[in-house]
């Protein structure tokens, strides 16, 4: 029986369609227009089984004309599935000058959740540098034994970005993406979707 190249290519290639169609979006989104007129600041996903510890990246992409001088976080968790392990800049942000600081405190309003606080900054002195674009950092937490496959933990993102002004101001627009960790792996997410 002929089956045509193209279809197999797609069967054999299926867990990787929804990254292609997530890089085509964000190419369409981000070549002009909104993304050229914002800043964003993102978290980035990732995927880990109960009792892994997973370190999420931190992004910095400023709008043309922008020099960013700090960025403060604060990373809203559940604690009950997560622990908050540590905080670090990237070698990005190191050979730049800069620096990260971290606090972590329970939220007064809700006691089932706890907020990481992380401030960003340019190196100090004269001439300052501003925090370069890409990746500025790591956030790391320990997924629970108890959490449950297919488990998706929010990390909800509040983000403040200053320039460089003395004194700063702050950066508007800016376009802050939150965080997710998946609980599963990837090769039991191949084989859902195959099947």
């Known amino acids: 029986m002929y089956r045509n190249p193209i279809t197999i290519g797609l069967e054999v ?4 369609l929804p990254g ?5 979006a ?16 993102t978290v980035s996903p990732v995927i880990g089984l109960p009792g892994d ?12 004309g922008t020099e960013v001088g700090s960025i403060a976080l604060e990373i809203i968790f559940p604690h009950h599935l997560l622990s908050f ?20 405190k329970t939220r007064d309003e809700w006691e089932d959740q706890s907020v990481a606080r992380l401030i960003i900054e340019a190196a100090q002195g004269e001439p300052r540098t501003p925090l370069p674009d890409g990746q500025l950092g790591f956030v790391a937490f320990q997924i629970s034994t108890e959490a449950h496959m ?13 320039d460089m002004g003395d004194p700063a101001q702050q950066v508007e627009p800016i376009v802050v993406h939150d965080g997710e960790i998946s609980v599963g792996n990837l090769l039991f997410a191949c084989f859902f979707y195959l099947h």
Not at 20 to 24: D, E, R, T, V
Not at 53 to 64: F, H
Not at 150 to 162: D, E, H, N, Y
């Open 13 to 16: 290639n299926h867990c990787l």
């Open 150 to 162: 297919s488990t998706k933990i929010p990390l909800q993102v509040v983000a403040r970005v200053m």
């Open 26 to 41: 964000v190419g369409l989104f981000s070549s002009e227009g909104l993304a050229q007129e914002s800043t964003h600041v």
């Open 20 to 24: 292609f169609l997530l890089m085509i």
């Open 85 to 104: 392990l540590n905080a670090h800049e990237s070698f990005l942000t190191t050979t730049a000058g800069g620096r990260l600081a971290v606090e972590v």
């Open 53 to 64: 510890e997973v370190s999420l990246p931190i992004y910095l992409e400023t709008a043309p």
